[in-house]
Each structure stands twice: as C-alpha cells, then as structure tokens.
C-alpha cells in the first residue's frame, strides 16, 4: 500500500513570497491533516479535512494559510505572503475515519530568509 | 484547545535498558496514539490505544491507556541504538474526533 506522498520535499522562499505544497494522501482515506512542525517542538495542527470538507481549522492563521481538498483527494496548502516564522516542516496525514490512526508523510521542509 | 504533556523531556540511557515515558492530558481522551519521529522523517505511527485500561504491545513496546482516561504511558524494554528517535503522544481532543493534537515529545538516546 502506497503512504502518504508530499511535494516538494524541501522549499527555500524570501519573505512576502507565495508557496504551496501538495499532498496526496492513502487511498481511501476520508481524512486529511496538515501539520506544522517548528523545529523542537511537537506537530501542530492547522487543518483537518473529512472528504472535502473542513472539520477542524481553528489553528489555521487564515490571514495567510489557505487549504484546499478538492475531490475529496489530494489537498494543497498555501503560504501567502510568507513570513519569517512560517519556517517549519509541513505534515499532511491521512486517517481511515476522525478517530483513526493517522499515518504521515515525510513532510516539506519550508525555509523562509 | 486541548494539550498533552509528556515526560521526561529527554533521557539518555544505556543500550539494553528499559524505558518508560508518560503522556498526561488535563481533559479525557478516547483515543491515545503513540509515534516514534526519526531526524528529516514524518512521524511513524508505533501503537494505538481506544480503551481505557487497555495494555497494547508492538515488539519490545507496550503501551497502557490509564484508567483515568487522562494518561498513557509507553515502555520500550531492552533498548537498542535504533530507538533513538523522539516519541509523541497524541489524539482526537474530543468527541467529534477533531482537535487531534500531538504532545510536545520525548527525545530518546542511547548509548551503546
């Protein structure tokens, strides 16, 4: 079975630049998370897709970060401008159902200088 | 929103040892998830728990959901260098399944 595919694996931008990551996610799986990882600390959760609908985006800066499901499927997440602090590692997962083990991709390194 | 506390924050420990580390939450969880991170990787999913009480065991890991439903904890006996790594609690913060949050991690080493 194949897991979790993310692109691009590492993104260098300047600030107030634009950049999106892609996610697509184990097939079959209605639910879809992206993360935020800053270095030393735990992975935060920004959104949280069942199919293409959005349960959960309460820690989403949505002055800035959009996301999308379209489908149902595959999902992108975008950085619109981006500032100093977005520098992390971006984490999609994917679940069965809401309360089913999540299994990760190997994330986007995202760098912003 | 919810949030998991984990301890100990690091330990290092000779190979062959065992380890335990601990998760604790403020409110009830219904599901307690653990998973092992290794440098530039995403988090791999080790054990899942959906019932209070319930002693899980993955190879030389066992995990226990605590009766309260506000901890788990997780123990790796005899350990050895690929262990290394850094072990996340996490779960749905509530009801809806929703909310699912990760602990802030506890960073493993072992020294051979």
């Known amino acids: 079975e194949a897991g979790v595919a993310q692109s691009p694996r590492y993104k260098i931008i300047e600030k107030r630049q634009s950049v999106a990551f892609w996610c697509n996610p184990i097939?079959?799986?209605?639910?879809l998370y992206w993360y935020q990882q800053i270095l030393g600390q735990g992975p935060k959760l920004l959104i949280q897709f069942q199919n293409n609908g959005v349960v959960d985006d309460s820690q989403l800066p949505k002055d800035r970060f959009s996301a999308e499901r379209l489908k149902g499927v595959d999902s992108t997440l975008k950085i619109q401008p981006a500032k100093l602090e977005d520098s992390a590692v971006y984490l999609c997962?994917?679940?069965?159902?809401?309360?089913?083990?999540?299994?990760f991709g190997q994330g986007t390194r995202l760098t912003v200088v | 929103g919810q949030q998991l506390n984990q301890s100990p924050q690091s330990m290092f420990i000779q190979e062959g040892e065992d380890v335990s580390m601990n998760c604790t939450s403020s409110?009830?969880?219904?599901?307690w998830l653990w998973y092992k991170q290794d440098p530039g990787e995403g988090p791999v999913l080790l054990i899942a728990l959906y019932k209070a009480g319930e002693l899980t065991s993955n190879g030389r890991l066992t995990a226990q959901f605590g009766i309260t439903r506000k901890d788990s904890f997780l123990n790796i006996s005899a350990s050895i260098p690929s262990d290394v790594g850094i072990y996340f609690c996490?779960?749905?913060?509530?009801?809806?399944?929703?909310?699912?949050?990760f602990g802030p991690g506890t960073r493993l080493s072992v020294l051979p």
């Open positions: 996490a779960g749905p913060g509530d009801n809806y399944g929703q909310n699912f949050v």
């Open positions: 097939s079959g799986h209605a639910t």
């Open positions: 409110s009830i969880f219904n599901t």
């Open positions: 997962a994917s679940s069965l159902a809401r309360w089913g083990e999540a299994f």
